[in-house]
């Protein structure tokens, strides 16, 4: 069985440039390219759904230079792939808190902008986590619906996430050797297979990709039953 939606923790940018002996926004350039080649590779291997975890809200905390660089990488990602996501008729969802002071109007602005553009599309999703948290998405769900007096149940719950509509993570791949979900897509994983390989995310290519694939093919998924 082939995984229909597939969440990635690009994890490992910074080691991997230190190897390099670069600074790490290095690392996370090289780390953008990579989303390049392989969101094509899985899309014609049948994944409908690829999440992102670009940007967490604990990634604030980082040096003012590196949090700089990851927006502007955003920003670039963006405006580069729009003309592509329109010619293939992928969707981008970018899921997160967008209305926090800390993301400049031009930065808002311009994903809002390829986010309506695509909004049509349901063939194939791209979807970047972008000052995400999972918790924050939960309480954000709940709040919603208490303020509208609506009861809170799983698929009210659902239809209030960020991610509305694109159903739960199947498989969540954590490169460079950390085993953790680090607040990423908590309620969407809870049946999700966990993959974790050392490659570091630089180095993630399609062939490592495929090794996933291939790992998940093999995994017995019984859902709670037996
Ligand atoms: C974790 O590695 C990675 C991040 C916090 C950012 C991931 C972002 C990108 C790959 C690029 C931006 C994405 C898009 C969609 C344009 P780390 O820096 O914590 O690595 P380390 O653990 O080796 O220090």
Same mark, same amino acid.
């Given at each position: 069985m082939l995984p229909k939606h597939i969440g990635f923790i690009m994890d490992g940018n910074g080691r991997w440039a230190k /190897?390099?002996?670069?600074?790490?926004?290095?690392?996370? =350039?090289?780390?953008?390219? $990579?989303?390049?080649?392989?969101c094509d590779h899985l899309?014609?291997?049948?994944?409908?759904?690829l999440s992102f975890y670009a940007f967490s809200t604990e990634n604030w905390s980082r040096p003012e230079e590196e949090v700089k660089k990851l927006n502007d990488l955003l920003v670039k990602f963006v405006k580069k792939f729009l003309p592509t996501f329109i010619k293939?008729?992928?969707?981008?969802?970018?899921?997160? +808190?967008?209305?926090?002071?800390r993301i400049s109007d031009s930065t808002r602005k311009k994903i809002?902008?390829?986010?309506? /553009?695509?909004?049509?599309?349901?063939?194939?999703?791209?979807?970047?986590?972008?000052?995400?948290?999972s918790r924050s998405e939960i309480v954000h769900a709940v709040n919603a619906l208490l303020e509208r007096g609506e009861s809170v149940t799983e698929r009210s719950i659902e239809e209030?996430? %960020?991610?509305?509509?694109l159903g739960d993570v199947d498989l969540i791949v954590r490169t460079s050797g950390?085993?953790?979900?680090?607040?990423?897509?908590? %309620?969407?994983?809870a049946y999700?297979?966990?993959?974790?390989?050392d490659c570091? %995310?630089? +180095?993630?290519?399609? +062939?490592?990709? +495929? /090794? =996933?694939?291939? %790992?998940?093919?093999?995994? /017995?998924?019984?859902?709670?039953? $037996?």
């Open positions: /190897k390099q002996g670069k600074p790490r926004s290095f690392g996370h =350039a090289k780390g953008a390219e $990579v989303l390049e080649g392989l899309f014609e291997k049948g994944v409908r759904c293939n008729k992928t969707r981008l969802v970018i899921s997160g +808190d967008l209305t926090s002071q809002m902008n390829a986010v309506e /553009k695509t909004s049509e599309f349901t063939e194939h999703i791209v979807n970047i986590c972008y000052n995400y948290g209030n996430l %960020w991610t509305n509509g950390e085993q953790r979900l680090s607040n990423f897509l908590l %309620w969407q994983s999700a297979e966990l993959y974790f390989t570091l %995310w630089p +180095d993630f290519t399609n +062939d490592e990709a +495929d /090794k =996933a694939l291939m %790992w998940f093919e093999n995994r /017995k998924r019984t859902f709670g039953g $037996v």
